[in-house]
């Protein structure tokens, strides 16, 4: 009755859990809109210059028209140019920071976890407590204000505050699997710790993992973004899309497609990456239908 | 009458709680014979899955010890030697939390085989256990959810031989499952028996099933040995009365399965807390044969006949001549 | 007219997979006082059926036939409001796992409140409340009702659960008590405990109630989402008449010993594609060419009993 699955099995029951939310359709559509764009950067802008050092006063601060459709900033770029580089900025700000921290979380978390009655344990959790106690964006700002604010630093101070959380999901989720009976047949065969910890116990924790870093994706990139805005992120003439609203919201509220376009952006961004992480989440979800 | 395989002497576990100890399992004696399937009955709190920890080392003792083969094997499975993890080995009761749903069954039949090293060739000697286990060599590379509750325990139980164990730890492994795939588990698990010469701890709530297959019943109940005894002997003539409590309250299907119950002993109380057990015999509160002594003390387990033990006030070792105070 | 009657009752539910056909013409009379059982291994639609018959299935599930009447009015066609009438004044249910149906978070008494005035349309006063209260918890033989009351459920063993549970359901179950396997998560002495105590609510209180398993008059074996035998509970247990209840009964361990049969081949079908004919064709030992394309009705057998099998069909039909 029953035949071993093939790939596309796999895979359809995947997509049937993920595509019953419509929503999650939206957030995929926008996410891998926001993607290709910033990929594509370079052919698709309109005016590549206005990502860099471009002046043209003459053309400062106009309003959205046919062949500028966000308008121009106050040093006469052009704005859907630069929202469209901003993209890739912060997709970057994002790839850094979850690379640098989702690993050594979930390691640290996989550690506790299983060897969750032993001191080392108590250590790493005390310490991840510590570092979630503060705000990530107090962190953030201290952390960029010792050092001077530049884009890499804003990286270093998101990941200081993001790897705590991946190490307590982990962490809970793990202590409790370590319970479970197939654990146990393993320890009592005799296998390897590490065999149990990465080969048992973390394949468990994928789904909410990946859960959750598509959930962070977005976070992560207002975090940034907020950084840019009071000056301790990416500095001009990054197209950052935090330091663009902060610049914008000067000329408030004549001009207001400075900052409101980027702004927008940047709830197109957060938007579609939550509503992915919900897909995601259905998707890895147990129970039939 | 063959040797001794295991045994324990004066095994005791104590849980240290918030609220206070519990006794899990309290100065519990036993031997049990190579080849033999030892029945262990008992009701929650009872300590029967405490005592199959113990044994395959899920942890040590707190008291007593536990000896295999003639060796000392008190420690956790943490400290005991391969080739002691390699004898003896356990089949879980909950089939779906038994198999790691990430894993297909030809990876989780392959961990023991690497650890080990019992085989030359492990793609064969997968194929071989699913034989063993009569499942066709195709299941090598199913999912857990893709197979039925039967079907997993199978798959456990070639894992749990794949070591080439001489001792299983049975833990209620068809107490999930129903009746008509039970049947099928227990007959490959006594085929297997006899091929590989196997013996067996079954650790169960079912007496029926007991009657089936236990060569010897052990009877637990909060902690403590109440009654041992071959498996003929022990249902022909059940000696103490949470025995009988527990046998006449067994549901049965046939009019000829009523008649081998013993006198109707109604079941009254509730099972007590293992934070609070009660002084004296842990079943005085629910003994309908209760007497004074049972209040302050707990009796010892006796031989009443020979190789029936029990512990109980009732029955000292000439109770034949001596007669039970309700009669 | 019975109390309860469920005709040709036909139910599916829709998953990824497509449409699972679980009940398959399901038929079930039950009358006021009487004692009716379902027994069936997992998935067969016992817990599918009960619930039709409460109004309670799934989001996905769809009712594709049949009708349920209870005195008569079609509970499946019945307003929401009427349905609630029932359930409030006389239907109730018991589940099988005693926890899950109790509010961790509330004590006995503020629960059992709840229920004793959704379950009426009077105002009752807080001591008639309690009256009320102590009344039910007495029939569910539990001893020191105050002290239950001014409890919350963690600090009830699981036989006391279920006992309040018991009672809870007997607030609303003026005529028809359904209890989903309400021993079977207990141990062995308290669920013969809980068996011979609902046992007696109903003798005392003449109410009906579809238990899943002993102390009943009439039983019905459902496999895969048929019906395959019906009978007096002795005479189907004593003299099985359907294949699966002859290989079931066989497979059950006995006190009597004798060792342990092989059980039943092969597996329940897939309810995605279920056999044309009759469900049990892929396993029974007896199968003939009818079985594979005509569902088998119910033939009586003996005085009382009936069995949907072909082999008790008048007409010599091939092998």
């Given at each position: 009755m029953k035949s071993s699955r093939t790939l596309r099995e796999?895979?359809?029951r995947y997509w049937y859990k993920f595509s019953k939310n419509d929503l999650s359709i939206v957030g995929l559509a926008c996410i891998a809109g926001v993607v290709l764009i910033a990929l594509l950067a370079q052919w698709i802008s309109p005016y590549p210059a206005s990502a860099g050092l471009y002046v043209n006063f003459g053309n400062a601060g106009a309003a959205p028209s046919a062949s500028h459709i966000f308008g121009t900033d106050q040093n006469g770029r052009d704005i859907l140019s630069r929202v469209f580089f901003g993209f890739r900025y912060s997709l970057m700000l994002v790839a850094v920071v979850l690379s640098v921290t989702v690993a050594p979380g979930v390691v640290l978390g996989l550690v506790a976890g299983y060897y969750v009655n032993r001191w080392f344990s108590a250590v790493i959790m005390r310490l991840a407590d510590i570092f979630v106690a503060v705000p990530p964006l107090l962190l953030a700002l201290s952390v960029a204000s010792v050092l001077t604010p530049s884009a890499i630093n804003a990286m270093l101070a998101v990941s200081l505050a993001w790897w705590p959380w991946y190490t307590r999901l982990?962490?809970?989720?793990?202590?409790?699997?370590?319970?479970?009976?197939?654990?146990?047949?393993?320890?009592?065969?005799g296998a390897s710790r590490w065999h149990i910890m990465f080969k048992e116990i973390l394949p468990n924790n994928l789904g909410s993992v990946l859960t959750k870093v598509t959930l962070d994706c977005g976070w992560v990139i207002l975090i940034g973004a907020s950084l840019s805005f009071v000056g301790l992120g990416a500095q001009a003439p990054t197209p950052d899309l935090g330091t663009m609203i902060a610049e914008g919201?000067?000329?408030?509220?004549?001009?207001?497609?400075?900052?409101?376009?980027?702004?927008?952006?940047?709830?197109?961004?957060?938007?579609?990456?939550?509503l992915l992480g919900d897909g995601i989440n259905d998707m890895f979800a147990s129970g039939v239908a | 009458m063959s040797n001794a395989i295991l045994s324990g002497e004066g095994l005791q576990k104590y849980f240290q709680t918030r609220r206070g100890v519990i006794k899990a399992v309290d100065s519990v004696d036993f031997v049990m014979r190579e080849g033999e399937v030892l029945g262990v009955v008992g009701e929650s709190g009872s300590g029967k899955t405490t005592l199959g920890n113990m044994i395959v080392g899920i942890y040590p003792p707190t008291a007593g010890k536990v000896i295999f083969k003639g060796g000392d094997i008190s420690q956790g499975a943490g400290h005991r030697s391969l080739e002691i993890k390699r004898e003896i080995q356990m089949v879980f009761q909950n089939p779906s939390s038994s198999l790691n749903p990430k894993r297909s069954v030809r990876q989780t039949l392959e961990v023991p085989l690497s650890v080990h090293k019992t085989a030359s060739s492990v793609g064969e000697r997968v194929s071989e256990l699913l034989s063993l286990v009569e499942l066709p060599p195709e299941y090598a590379d199913r999912y857990p959810e893709e197979l039925g509750g039967g079907e997993k325990q199978l798959v456990a139980i070639a894992r749990a031989l794949a070591t080439n164990p001489s001792l299983i730890v049975l833990d209620e492994p068809t107490s999930a499952l129903d009746v008509s795939i039970q049947a099928k588990i227990i007959g490959v698990l006594m085929r297997l028996k006899d091929r590989l010469n196997l013996s067996y701890m079954f650790i169960t709530h079912n007496l029926s099933l007991m009657r089936n297959v236990a060569d010897r019943v052990m009877i637990m109940y909060l902690g403590k040995v109440r009654e041992v005894a071959p498996t003929e002997e022990f249902f022909k003539n059940p000696i103490h009365p949470y025995t009988k409590m527990l046998l006449s309250s067994i549901p049965v299907v046939s009019d000829a399965e009523e008649a081998v119950k013993p006198e109707k002993i109604v079941s009254t109380g509730e099972i007590a807390g293992a934070l609070n057990l009660p002084p004296g015999c842990s079943f005085h509160p629910r003994c309908p044969f209760v007497m004074e002594v049972c209040k302050s003390v707990d009796p010892p387990l006796l031989e009443v006949e020979p190789e029936h033990f029990c512990n109980c006030h009732l029955y000292p070792n000439d109770y034949k001549d001596k007669k039970a105070p309700w009669q | 007219m019975p109390l309860l009657e469920v005709r040709d009752l036909r139910v599916e539910y829709r998953v990824y997979e497509g449409t699972l056909k679980v009940l398959n013409g399901v038929s079930l009379s039950l009358e006021r006082g009487e004692k009716v059982g379902i027994i069936g291994e997992s998935a067969c639609g016992k817990t599918t059926t009960v619930k039709t018959i409460m109004g309670l299935l799934a989001k996905n599930s769809k009712v594709a036939g049949g009708d349920v009447t209870y005195k008569g009015e079609d509970v499946l066609k019945m307003s929401k409001k009427r349905l609630t009438e029932l359930r409030r004044k006389n239907i109730s249910m018991v589940f099988q796992d005693p926890s899950a149906a109790l509010n961790p978070v509330f004590t006995v008494r503020q629960q059992l409140y709840d229920i004793i005035k959704f379950s009426t349309?009077?105002?009752?006063?807080?001591?008639?409340?309690?009256?009320?209260?102590?009344?039910?918890?007495?029939?569910?033989?539990?001893?020191?009702?105050?002290?239950?009351?001014?409890?919350?459920p963690f600090q009830l063993s699981g036989g006391m659960k279920q006992r309040v549970n018991i009672s809870m359901a007997l607030v609303s179950a003026s005529e028809l008590l359904i209890a989903d396997e309400p021993g079977t998560s207990l141990d062995v002495t308290i669920e013969d405990q809980i068996m011979r105590l609902l046992k007696k609510i109903v003798e005392e209180k003449g109410i009906s109630i579809i238990p899943v398993k002993k102390f009943v008059d009439r039983i019905y074996v459902m496999y895969a989402g048929t019906i395959v035998e019906e009978g007096p509970t002795r005479e189907v247990f004593n003299s099985p008449q359907h294949p699966y209840t002859q290989l079931l009964i066989k497979a059950v361990p006995k006190l009597t010993g004798g060792g342990i049969p092989e059980g039943i081949l092969g597996q329940v079908p897939s309810y995605l594609k279920p056999p044309a004919g009759c469900r049990f064709v892929t396993r029974c030992p007896y199968a003939m060419e009818v079985c594979d394309t005509d569902a088998p009705p119910l033939y009586g057998v003996g005085a009382k009993q009936r069995a949907a099998c072909f082999l008790y069909d008048e007409r010599q039909l091939p092998r």
């Open positions: 796999v895979y359809g982990v962490y809970s989720s793990a202590s409790s699997i370590r319970n479970e009976d197939f654990v146990r047949a393993a320890e009592l065969v919201s000067a000329y408030l509220p004549g001009q207001w497609w400075i900052s409101i376009f980027p702004a927008l952006a940047i709830v197109v961004v957060i938007l579609g990456f939550n | - | 349309d009077e105002r009752l006063t807080r001591e008639e409340l309690h009256e009320k209260a102590v009344e039910v918890l007495r029939q569910g033989a539990l001893p020191e009702p105050d002290r239950i009351l001014d409890s919350y």
